[in-house]
């Protein structure tokens, strides 16, 4: 799913839960993980999260619901796009923009998903 289809699902829920369901749900859509594909763990993340690349696709797991769908939208903003791409984009803003009550403490996993993203 894009991006912009996730910011148009998301907009049309207004219980906080049901957003985080819907996020949750992103997640099980994540694929399975090439072998060829370069992965690295994020640190900073209370969960563990691994977001691998192989050229300018990308693909990731994460041992929680929530953060497995948190995964999923992060990876639908840069999949196709190049380091240099991605070094131009407000990734934050972004998912700030989607507006999920996802906590500080997954807060902090997201800026270090990004940092991981926007330092390849």
Do not use: H, W
Not at 39 to 59: D, L
């Amino acid at each position: 799913m894009s991006f912009d289809d996730i910011k148009k699902l998301l907009g049309m829920l207004d219980d906080p839960a049901m957003r985080l369901e819907a996020v949750m749900d992103l997640g099980n859509n994540l694929g399975p993980i090439p072998t060829d594909a370069v992965c690295s763990e994020i640190t900073g993340c209370t969960s563990f999260v691994q977001i691998c690349r192989n050229g300018n696709k990308f693909y990731g797991s994460a041992d929680s619901a929530i953060v497995r769908g948190i995964v999923a939208i992060i990876l639908s903003m840069v999949d196709g796009k190049s380091p240099d791409e991605i070094r131009q984009m407000n990734l934050g803003k972004m998912f700030a923009e989607l507006n999920i009550n996802i906590g500080a403490a997954r807060l902090n996993g997201v800026a270090s998903m990004i940092r991981f993203l926007q330092n390849l």
